[in-house]
């Protein structure tokens, strides 16, 4: 029995306002971000313009700042905020009793 | 329709009444019989079992019972009398232990049977205890009930120490009240801001300086890792980092579980809550569910404003005029005495948000409003909540506050006075002596007596008559004044840190002293940030603002830190990095060679390069190969590089006295004296150095930061030079004579640079900027500058010259390297 969500452990092991990265075998490799205020998202570890890896960006709000081009993006939706354009898809994500579950046909579409 | 629930209340009127039970004699469980009396007082025969052996109570006034600004008799909600005369039977102090579906009947623990036609679950939630070993000894309670208060009221009489872990809502207001009953409380929270799911960092900053003052210690990303007891009572609470702290009793307040044990035993259909449909109605259509212990469109409520929306639409569903729930959107307020503190709707600024941000640092007081599309959609407010209520009700309305906009956030009384097309003729409409600045006590009057005098910029206003300097809360109010007073001739200011703030790289540096701001989010509050956590180019420069202010003191934010310091590498276009041992003044040896070639061998690094600054450059690492590629290097005795830090980077030298037949000192000498002075410093940018050993300047000390060039006579220091997009040659500062005497200045003029240039600004644009002269003036006028300014140097060395390879190696934030796990397909199940 496969469940919906996949459970990714618990929310402790990432440190607020840093994000850290899911590998996935035959599929891109997830960063899941703990924002300084204590939220949670997952995207693709992939910025829009240059593949960047968004995971080792600097957290501010609810975006980061690709480490490559200092492109923002919004963790929310995805889209590339300001002046660029462009967007990194999003992978649902819900916290339940102090763990991160993914949506689990997102991680491995 | 009409016609149909008429028949419905025909047949209802007909037969004897329905009996309705209710399990849990809560708030969700009263009110909600509560509104169905209302409506149809006849149409039921209600039955409550409740679980506590009293009456029912107000469950959110325990907090004021227990700071004794309260008794138990003071929050009933409905006493016995009630009951009787509605005709309610009440079972106390008898859980519901199971549903028998099938049978329409209940069973308590004591084994009474109970038929229902409907079935209410009111059952509300549970206090979370944590998984930690201790967490059953004696002395460890929780803050759900009358019971929980009084055996804090009893730990209390004998008075010592309370830990109360979790800094929410409810933590906060349990540590309050055992602080008031006279015990020594310390707050442990998981995450780095109290309360974060109400409030944001700059206001949970606010709030736990308050509390701090109140004597409440606050230990905010501390996680626990045991409760330790003695003779089966809590005697300590011990944390992930091995600190233990004294308890004589510990609070669990970490959060409460929707209580649905009792629904899913039953076959009712649960997720995180016990699932219904608007009208409250569970996957059994004769049992319904209401509070707490709901699951509402994915949304479980822990606050008591929608539980009473969910019994309006409970009752309305069971009385045949049904007001299905739409969700709630809820406010929070601190019941802490002196402690004015308000939020609601959602404060994480998204796509399309747009923050308005007023603080006031003199009177403590913090207000967000999140805007989107001309709508508030979620406010903090710290410190003056007055218009909490104001922003709520025009939040839950979703109305347009476009034509209120620009005196929103001083709230109602103002917003609603100049609810003019344009702003500045609400301020034109002043009279002279009308109040703009409250902290100074500047009359509008004086502003423009100012403004006329020849203050024709915001600045120049702050400076002639105070307005708008401390706050900043009336700036808007200066700046119309400044447009109506000189129509378009308002000059605009000199360039500021960031968006989130009016004040310049120099005003926050300053400040930052003067004040004594010695944390990232004080700065932002005392400073009155414009956004609740900075942005990028922000954080990172208060970060070294605050880091180079206050060594030894100040920690390090490594969220704050561009992903290069954070991994001690640089990362490239591939997302990999490169690695760059330190070698002193460009010289190696065999052994630190075969390191570097094994590593290059072991890791497949695709490049080896020789770099600018005569150091080894090893291309293509994994983040998570970094630790062991430096334990490697560690091993021959090399340390990081800095290759990648706004830091001192290398120390280029020429052979010098020792080999060349030109040179005239030992410039290979003095550079590794140099670099060992110098390495790991935090710099405004990243600092090159060289040292030459004749004037044929082999090393290129002409195009660096700092740069020797050696003479007979001794050494000639160069300043302010730059190889990169534009290049710079050096300016000569001065000669000197000693070894001692260059390295002295080349501390000096680093630390004068450290203190004074912006951040990113390089040395060339600083000199430039500053004027050769003012360096000059700064360094070499007074004979004791020198001197001053590098035992600063050095003091601050003293605390950065730690290897950060090897405090990775050895362990430290392995987070940050490791991935969280791998995805990997379930090939095994596939291949049964």
Redesign the interface.
Same mark, same amino acid.
């Given at each position: 029995m !496969?469940g919906k969500w996949?459970d990714?452990?618990p929310t %402790?092991? !990432?440190?607020?306002?840093?994000a850290? %990265?899911?590998?996935?075998?035959?599929?891109e490799e !997830?960063a899941?971000f703990h %924002?300084?205020? +204590?939220?949670f998202y997952a995207l693709v570890n992939k910025c829009p313009h240059?593949?960047?890896?968004l995971s080792? +960006? !600097?957290?501010? +709000?609810?975006s980061v700042?690709c480490?490559?081009h200092?492109w923002?993006i919004?963790l929310? %939706?995805g889209?590339a905020?300001g002046e660029d354009k462009g967007c990194t898809p999003t992978i649902p994500l819900k916290i339940?009793?102090g763990r991160i579950f993914l949506l689990r046909e997102a991680?491995?579409a | 329709m009409n016609a149909q629930t008429r028949i419905d209340i025909n047949v209802a009127e007909r037969h004897p009444r329905q009996k309705l039970v209710v399990v849990g004699n809560g708030m969700a469980g009263c009110r909600a019989v509560e509104e169905i009396l209302a409506r149809d007082a006849g149409r039921y025969s209600v039955t409550i079992l409740g679980a506590e052996p009293r009456v029912n109570y107000n469950r959110i006034m325990l907090s004021p019972v227990l700071a004794g600004e309260k008794t138990f008799e003071d929050i009933v909600i409905n006493d016995t009398a009630w009951y009787a005369d509605n005709g309610i039977a009440l079972v106390t102090g008898d859980p519901v232990v199971a549903i028998d579906r099938a049978g329409k009947r209940v069973t308590t623990r004591s084994g009474h049977l109970q038929p229902y036609d409907k079935l209410i679950l009111a059952t509300g939630s549970d206090p979370f205890i944590i998984p930690v070993p201790g967490n059953d000894l004696a002395g460890v309670v929780t803050f759900r009930d009358l019971d929980d208060v009084d055996r804090m009221l009893k730990a209390a009489e004998r008075g010592g120490d309370a830990v109360v872990i979790g800094g929410g809502l409810l933590g906060l207001e349990a540590a309050h009240g055992l602080a008031l009953r006279g015990m020594t409380v310390t707050v442990v929270h998981?995450?780095?801001?109290l309360m974060?799911?109400q @409030?944001?960092?700059a206001a949970g900053w606010l709030l736990r300086q308050e509390l701090e003052r109140r004597g409440h210690t606050i230990l905010t990303?501390a $996680?626990t890792r045991a409760i330790l007891g003695s003779d089966g009572h809590v005697a300590a609470v011990e944390l992930e980092d091995g600190r233990r702290i004294p308890a004589d009793i510990v609070v669990m307040a970490a959060g409460i579980?929707p209580s649905i044990a009792l629904a899913r035993n039953a076959g009712i259909t649960c997720e995180?809550g016990i699932v219904v449909d608007d009208n409250m109605v569970t996957s059994d259509p004769s049992v319904l569910a209401v509070g707490e212990c709901v699951q509402h469109r994915g949304l479980c409520y822990g606050l008591v404003a929608p539980l009473w929306d969910m019994c309006r639409a409970l009752a309305g569903y069971l009385t045949d005029s049904p007001a299905p729930y739409q969700g709630s959107v809820t406010s929070t307020k601190l019941k802490v005495s002196g402690i004015d503190l308000f939020s609601a709707g959602d404060f994480?600024?998204?796509?399309g948000c747009e923050d308005i941000v007023m603080r006031d640092a003199a009177r403590g007081v913090y207000k967000r409003l999140v805007l989107k599309d001309d709508r508030i959609i979620g406010t903090v407010l710290y410190g003056d909540t007055a218009d909490g209520n104001w922003y709520f009700e025009l939040l839950r309305k979703g109305e347009d506050v476009a034509a209120l906009r620009a005196g929103l956030i001083f709230g109602q009384a103002f917003a609603n006075g100049s609810a003019l097309a344009d702003p500045n003729a609400a301020v034109a409409a002043l009279s002279d002596d009308a109040e703009i600045c409250g902290c100074n006590g500047v009359s509008k009057g004086q502003v423009v007596g100012c403004i006329n005098s020849g203050a024709h910029s915001l600045d120049a206003v702050r400076a002639g008559c105070k307005a708008s300097a401390s706050c900043g809360s009336c700036t808007p109010l200066v700046e119309s004044l400044l447009a109506l007073t000189l129509g378009g001739a308002v000059e605009s200011g000199p360039k500021t840190l960031c968006k989130c703030t009016s004040f310049t790289h120099d005003d926050v540096r300053r400040l930052i002293m003067e004040r004594q701001l010695k944390h990232l989010p004080q700065v932002m509050q005392e400073l009155h940030w414009s956004?609740?956590?900075?942005?990028?180019t922000c954080?990172?420069a208060l970060n070294y603002y605050l880091l180079c202010a206050w060594p030894g003191e100040y920690v390090d934010?490594?969220?704050?830190?561009?992903? $290069?310091e954070?991994?001690h590498a640089n990362?490239q /276009?591939d997302?990999t990095y490169s690695v760059v041992p330190r070698m002193w003044g460009g010289i190696t040896n065999p052994r630190e060679l075969r390191a570097i070639a094994d590593v290059v061998e072991k890791y497949n690094a695709p490049m080896v390069k020789v770099t600018g600054g005569q150091r080894i450059d090893i291309f293509g690492i994994r /983040?998570e190969d970094l630790p062991a590629v430096w334990a490697d290097l560690n091993a021959a005795g090399m340390v990081s590089g800095h290759a990648y830090g706004k830091a001192l980077r290398t120390v280029k030298t020429c052979v010098g006295s020792d080999w060349c037949r030109f040179g005239t000192q030992d410039s290979t000498g003095l550079g590794v004296k140099i670099e060992k002075m110098t390495w790991g410093s935090w710099m405004p940018h990243k600092f090159k150095i060289a040292v030459s050993g004749c004037p044929r300047n082999c090393a290129e000390a002409t195009i660096k930061d700092f740069g020797v060039v050696c003479v007979d006579s001794g050494y000639e220091l160069h300043i302010g030079g730059n190889g990169g997009i534009k290049v710079r040659v050096t300016d000569l500062l001065c000669k000197v004579a000693t070894e001692k005497e260059a390295l002295d200045m080349c501390a000096a003029f680093i630390q004068l640079y450290r203190e004074d240039a912006h951040y990113l600004e390089r040395t060339a644009p600083w000199v430039a900027r500053r004027g050769l002269d003012w360096v000059k003036a700064q360094l070499l006028d007074d004979p004791d500058a020198v001197t001053r300014l590098a035992r600063r140097f050095r003091y601050s060395q003293s605390f950065s010259q730690n290897d950060p390879w090897a405090a990775r190696v050895a362990g430290e934030r392995r987070? @940050?390297h490791?991935? @969280?796990?791998?995805?990997?397909?379930?090939q095994l199940e596939d291949a049964q």
């Open positions: !496969i996949l990714i452990g %402790t092991q !990432i440190e607020p306002g840093s850290r %990265t899911l590998p996935v075998f035959g599929g !997830i899941v %924002t300084v205020r +204590g939220e240059k593949a960047g890896p080792q +960006g !600097i957290i501010h +709000g609810d700042t480490p490559l200092n923002r919004s929310r %939706t889209e905020l339940d009793g991680v491995v | 998981l995450m780095p801001t974060e799911r @409030l944001d960092e990303g $996680n579980r995180r994480a600024s998204g796509e956004t609740p956590d900075g942005c990028s954080r990172p934010d490594q969220a704050s830190r561009f992903v $290069n954070r991994l990362i /276009k997302g /983040k987070d @940050l490791a991935h @969280l796990a791998e995805v990997r397909p379930m």
